[in-house]
């Protein structure tokens, strides 16, 4: 299973602070989320990186784990409080990190309750294809179509498919 700490192992920050960027330095440091536990002692990192400025306004001028940055968790100038939570939330879902991406590929940003609202309630799985996701529909009798009827998979695929959606193998209904 992937869940989102496989992301946060490899999850860095390149932390600057704004004043330097425009007195022409890019002096900062690569930050690894899961060296920290949470968000206040990843912040008490930043500071202590950059205790020379008494009130430093940070930059984050390149970050690793775009879904971070999909959920609007992390952007240049932003590091969510609530990053660690979010993070511990999804790990202890049932389901993968690639299913939280593939919903966000087809939805856009939201925030995390409603992806998770959404993943929990509208989820069906991964599938190879269309295909083999309405041949999974109707034989759980989501449709009550007798089993003697033959269908043609293809075309009942693209009638269906209007009323779901797809990423990456991972289907949800729309």
């Not at 330095?25 to 968000?39: A, E, I, N, P, V």
């Not at 020379?52 to 590091?79: A, N, R, T, V, W």
């Not at 511990?88 to 309750?113: P, R, T």
Request: net charge negative.
């Amino acid at each position: 299973m992937t869940n989102l700490q496989n992301c946060l192992d490899t999850a860095s920050i390149y932390v600057g602070t704004y004043a330097k960027y425009n007195n022409g330095s890019l002096f900062g440091k690569w930050l690894s989320l899961s060296d920290y536990s949470d968000y206040d002692s990843l912040l008490i990192a930043m500071y202590d990186l950059h205790s020379d400025e008494s009130d430093p306004e940070f930059m984050f001028q390149d970050y690793e784990c775009s879904f971070l940055e999909k959920m609007g968790l992390l952007s240049e100038c932003h590091i969510s409080k609530d990053i660690y939570e979010i993070i511990e939330q999804i790990n202890d879902s049932s389901h993968d990190l690639e299913v939280y991406e593939a919903c966000l590929d087809c939805l856009g940003k939201m925030d995390f309750q409603s992806l998770n609202e959404y993943v929990n309630n509208f989820y069906y799985g991964e599938y190879s294809s269309d295909e083999d996701f309405v041949q999974e529909l109707y034989e759980n009798d989501t449709f009550n179509i007798p089993n003697w009827v033959v269908i043609d998979w293809s075309a009942t695929a693209r009638s269906i498919m209007y009323d779901y959606f797809e990423s990456n193998g991972h289907y949800f209904r729309s």
